[in-house]
DNA sequence: CGACATTAAATGTAGGTACATATATTTGCA
DNA sequence: TGCAAATATATGTACCTACATTTAATGTCG
């Protein structure tokens, strides 16, 4: 659907205005999507992600930090939802024994097999992005980076 | 900064993996920007989304339906964000006579006055988006929208 | 007319984001 | 050594999202 009928907003004040909607939008509309896939394994997105990264490290541990630092939203509150994943047994926190102030943060074998689960039910098909060809995808890296830019 | 850096990530798995991710990534790191922005006037994204919709209406009301149909996030509480946004002083509810179970919403002059305040200080600026050319803007409203056409 | 579905908004709850502050541990240096 | 600064995480608060449920008013149709 055009943007203009999502939000019902028929003329936009200039292109730059409706790129700006237009991205924020998809953003959402990709995010909303990829939660929906989740719920039925009991997880939210940024749940996942974290239990990503975990695996990545996996059999090493993780620390909070490590996670921030990973993690797209880097303002969130990692220590809160690793609390959730460990009250489902999906990762283990301990002290590290090197430094006493950091947290070891491990992926459990049941943290293992949810994701194997995930993986084999082709969440990731729900991308949204498979819709550009490899062209299209470069090009869209590249104006994205270029909004970023301004920094 | 490239979005490799900016995750620690050195290497992504495809092209699409990395679109995927700096799609979700730049619209967080725009939305942050203007969240940021705003909160010198003590409102938050929502609530100044939902004011620009009002004064569009002014001096029409608009009913929540209405709001929640223009806003960008469906699924947002548009109810409670017009709670806040009448502590504030800066909206007013009313029962709407035609029919009692819809409300009206119409912001205020003080509403107005913020709003004016914010226009002049150029906080759409922040908008990271200009750094596109017109023709850069095209291409990624299109491609945004080809994102989309999935559904 | 009256029961029942529909519609409009509000409310409840779980979880997330943003940001400030607190607590515990380690490090650095006078 | 001892004490301030830095580091790692946790906690508090306000606000937001997602989604289910509730309450009230209106429409509809036998």
Redesign the pocket.
């Known amino acids: 659907m055009r943007i203009e009928d999502e939000i019902k907003q028929p003329i936009f004040r200039s292109e730059l205005q409706k790129a700006h909607i237009n991205l924020i939008f998809t953003a ?1 509309w990709l ?2 999507r990829q ?2 896939a989740f ?1 039925c394994f009991g ?5 996942f992600n974290i239990l990503r990264i975990l695996r990545g490290q996996h059999p090493l541990p ?7 630092e990973r ?14 994943l460990e ?1 489902k047994k999906l990762v283990t ?1 301990t ?2 024994p ?8 491990r992926i459990t074998p049941a943290g293992l097999t949810l994701l194997e689960q995930i993986d084999a039910a082709g969440v990731d098909q729900v991308s949204g992005l498979s819709q550009l060809e490899e062209e299209e995808l470069r090009q869209l890296n590249h104006l994205l980076d270029k909004i970023r830019s301004a920094d």
């Open positions: 959402g995010q909303l939660a929906t719920k997880l939210t997105l940024p749940q993780a620390t909070v930090a490590l996670l921030i993690m797209l939203d880097k303002t969130s509150n990692a220590s809160r939802i690793v609390d959730r009250e926190r002290v590290c090197a430094n006493r102030r950091a947290v070891d943060i």
